[in-house]
T-cell receptor, first 116, second 111 residues
Framework: NSKVIQTPRYLVKGQGQKAKMRCIPE?????VFWYQQNKNNEFKFLIN????????QIDMTEKRFSAECPSNSPCSLEIQSSEAGDSALYLC??????????????FGPGTRLTVL | QQNVQQSPESLIVPEGARTSLNCTFS?????YFWWYRQHSGKAPKALM?????GEKEEGRFTIHLNKASLHFSLHIRDSQPSDSALYLC???????????FGTGTKLQVVP
């Protein structure tokens, strides 16, 4: 069983509010990914880190999201000003290697965000 | 930009049946191909992966890849009710470290 821990499991925010979620990757996994899974099961990659460094992120993440993976603290993803379209399941995954997609990703159970 | 499509969207099969799930991708440079399973309310979990053309079998599950056809598939032999879940395919290549996912096939195995 995956040992990626995500908190909180459920988050309800009003439009314009900040929404923050956290992830503790599997022990020893240096690479962390954040994905957004919407109600149609579409997965959208948001950002990934290796240790504390950002590897890749999409435009949306740059503009309205902030994320970090500080040393010895949980990783976090924060939406600065929530919009209705942000309602989704936010999944965190960790991996042993950043290497070219061949490394298995281990997912947490997700944080389900509802923006009213 | 990679486009990953899955078919069918949903499937209901009787217990004991053989089930086939399909995934097509658009980037011929793709190199790594995965199937994940996500039970309702649970985390997606990797089932199988394949990195070269051909077939790979693990227990009741077989993955088949045909890069020339931009297609790979998952076959489940002797489907069980516990196999009922959302099945997601994912593809990645040298150009990025993250996997691009399809929108899933919802499988229901009925006793």
């Amino acid at each position: 069983n995956s040992k990626v821990i995500q908190t909180p499991r459920y988050l309800v925010k009003g439009q314009g509010q900040k929404a923050k979620m956290r992830c503790i990757p599997e022990k020893g996994h240096p690479v962390v990914f954040w994905y957004q899974q919407n109600k149609n099961n579409e997965f959208k990659f948001l950002i990934n880190f290796q240790n504390q460094e950002v590897l890749q992120q999409i435009d949306m993440t740059e503009k309205r999201f902030s994320a970090e993976c500080p040393s010895n603290s949980p990783c976090s993803l924060e939406i600065q000003s929530s919009e209705a379209g942000d309602s989704a399941l936010y999944l965190c995954a960790s991996s042993l290697s950043r290497g070219q997609g061949y490394a298995e990703q281990f997912f947490g159970p997700g944080t389900r965000l509802t923006v009213l | 930009q990679q486009n990953v499509q899955q078919s069918p969207e949903s499937l209901i099969v009787p217990e004991g049946a053989r089930t086939s799930l399909n995934c097509t991708f658009s980037d011929s440079a793709s190199q790594y191909f995965w199937w994940y399973r996500q039970h309702s309310g649970k985390a997606p979990k990797a089932l199988m992966s394949i990195f070269s053309n051909g077939e790979k079998e693990e227990g009741r599950f077989t993955i088949h890849l045909n890069k020339a056809s931009l297609h790979f598939s998952l076959h489940i032999r002797d489907s069980q009710p516990s196999d009922s879940a959302l099945y997601l395919c994912a593809v990645s290549g040298d150009s990025g470290t993250y996997q691009r996912f399809g929108t899933g096939t919802k499988l229901q195995v009925v006793p």
